[in-house]
């Protein structure tokens, strides 16, 4: 017994082929002919005008960023050796205040907890009354 596959026409895998390759370019980088037939017939994203602030501050070109350019000075100075000395000793008493606020926190801290409230336990009572839906025994 022989196996028969269905055969498709050749103009539907033609068809099949189209649809196969414009997905494939579809995905290639820099143009996309489905976003742009979708774009023109007005299904597409709309495109929106880029804000002044972001045009000024981007360059025109993105294509190149250079590496391991340095750029012309500092923006601010160098801080002498007074000022860095000046700021470890700022940098000192704000530990200090620190260590000392944690001190006091720890000293509140350590108070033992309190003493869980003892609830009475209800022991169950029992009735006197038979609870037994039969009433002929």
């Known amino acids: 017994m022989r196996i028969r596959f269905p055969t498709a026409s050749r103009a539907s895998a033609l068809l099949l082929a189209t649809l196969v390759a414009a997905n494939v370019t579809a995905c290639a980088g820099g143009s996309n002919p489905v976003r742009d037939i979708a774009v023109a ?12 602030f972001v045009a000024q501050s981007r360059p025109q070109n993105l294509d190149y960023m250079p590496i391991g350019r340095s ?9 002498t050796a007074e000022e860095v000395k000046a700021e470890e000793a700022e940098l000192d008493a704000l530990r200090a205040l620190n ?3 944690g001190a006091a926190a720890a000293r509140l801290g350590g108070t033992p ?13 029992r009735s006197s009354r038979k609870t037994n839906s039969n009433t002929n025994r």
């Open 99 to 101: 260590e000392a606020a």
């Open 71 to 79: 750029e012309e000075g500092r923006p601010t100075a160098a801080r």
């Open 41 to 52: 017939v007005g299904a597409g994203p709309k495109v929106a005008a880029t804000p002044d």
């Open 113 to 125: 907890p309190p003493e869980p409230v003892k609830i009475p336990v209800n022991t169950p009572q």
